[in-house]
Nanobody, 118 residues
Framework: QVQLVESGGGLVQEGGSLRLSCTPS????????FGWFRQAPGKEREFLAA???????RYADSVKGRFTVSRVNAKTPVDLQMNSLTAEDTAVYFC????????????WGQGTQVTVSS
């Protein structure tokens, strides 16, 4: 069973930075791909970034250059460093995981709230 726990959300001022972490359960295969998503009130869930088991990364255009997804190794959390935050980044942020080769993120964390004050 893959379980994901997000942490690091909170309140930050515009222009500030925040670092989110996603800690997978110990039995999560190292080959899994992890993604970060967010959902703002009244909006659909939005893909932000992903990192594969070999630590290849990809980003949504909306966050490229501001957000960085990283993971030191298979035993450490998956982090999302967020810089130059604006009020539009206010949302619940979710970590997700999928098996290598799968098209669908089948495992989700509970989400963590990020609020950017203007």
């Amino acid at each position: 069973q893959v379980q994901l726990v997000e942490s690091g959300g909170g309140l930050v001022q515009e222009g500030g930075s925040l670092r989110l972490s996603c800690t997978p359960s110990l039995r999560t295969p190292s080959s899994y791909t992890f993604g970060w998503f967010r959902q703002a009130p009244g909006k659909e869930r939005e893909f932000l970034a992903a990192i594969t088991g070999s630590r290849a990364t990809r980003y949504a255009d909306s966050v490229k250059g501001r957000f960085t997804v990283s993971r030191v190794n298979a035993k450490t959390p998956v982090d999302l460093q967020m810089n130059s935050l604006t009020a539009e980044d206010t949302a619940v942020y979710f970590c997700a995981a999928k098996a290598s080769g799968s098209d669908v993120f089948g495992y989700w964390g509970q989400g963590t709230q990020v609020t950017v004050s203007s």
